[in-house]
T-cell receptor, first 112, second 112 residues
């Protein structure tokens, strides 16, 4: 069964720290993996998409890596800020079908 | 930037009413999706559409129907609303070539 797991469910760190969020998935034959951010009561904002052939993608202070062989992706956030506080979700697309399989998310709190 | 809009941010309906949720995207995307999000259950796919007048059931289609008469618009219909359909409803769109999904702001539906 294809599953996506995000651990920890919640994380609290002081402002300014670099941090890593984890996403693991069963079955390495993925098509792509997408990281999202969700603020309370709001929709999802797409952060980064990594295609199966890529090892990483960067956008500003965010860097997402992909290691298919180990079934892992990480989202690295540099120099965290209180505005980064949100729930971060990863979603995997297997075999170019239309459905994304979702992780449960990591709720991140950045303390000023 | 991709823009996905949803007709209402908040909606309150009575049991048995017919409810229409509308989603519009402005990027000429082929694929559109309807999800619901509930605490502890994450995002669950209700229906998706890969072309005008085409639709596919997702994981939880019961009690819902959809309509896609124009490429930019995807409607979710609750034929007879029930209290267990109280939820956050999220619409997304994606280009046909790459399943990178972009989300609208969500509609918080309460059925009394």
């Amino acid at each position: 069964k294809q599953e996506v797991t995000q651990i920890p469910a919640a994380l609290s760190v002081p402002e300014g720290e670099n941090l890593v969020l984890n996403c693991s998935f069963t079955d390495s034959a993925i098509y792509n993996l997408q990281w999202f951010r969700q603020d309370p009561g709001k929709g999802l904002t797409s952060l980064l998409l990594i295609q199966s052939s890529q090892r990483e993608q960067t956008s500003g202070r965010l860097n997402a890596s992909l290691d298919k062989s180990s079934g892992r992706s990480t989202l690295y956030i540099a120099a965290s800020q209180p505005g980064d506080s949100a729930t971060y979700l990863c979603a995997v697309n297997w075999d170019s079908n239309y459905q994304l399989i979702w992780g449960a998310g990591t709720k991140l709190i950045i303390k000023p | 930037d991709v823009k996905v809009t949803q007709s209402s941010r908040y909606l309150v309906k009575r049991t048995g009413e017919k409810v229409f949720l509308e989603c519009v995207q402005d990027m000429d995307h082929e694929n559109m999706f309807w999800y619901r999000q509930d605490p502890g259950l994450g995002l669950r796919l209700i229906y998706f559409s890969y072309d005008v007048k085409m639709k596919e059931k997702g994981d939880i289609p019961e009690g819902y129907s959809v309509s896609r008469e124009k490429k930019e618009r995807f409607s979710l219909i609750l034929e007879s609303a029930s209290t267990n359909q109280t939820s956050m409803y999220l619409c997304a769109s994606a280009p046909g070539s790459v399943n990178e999904q972009f989300f609208g702001p969500g509609t918080r539906l309460t059925v009394l």
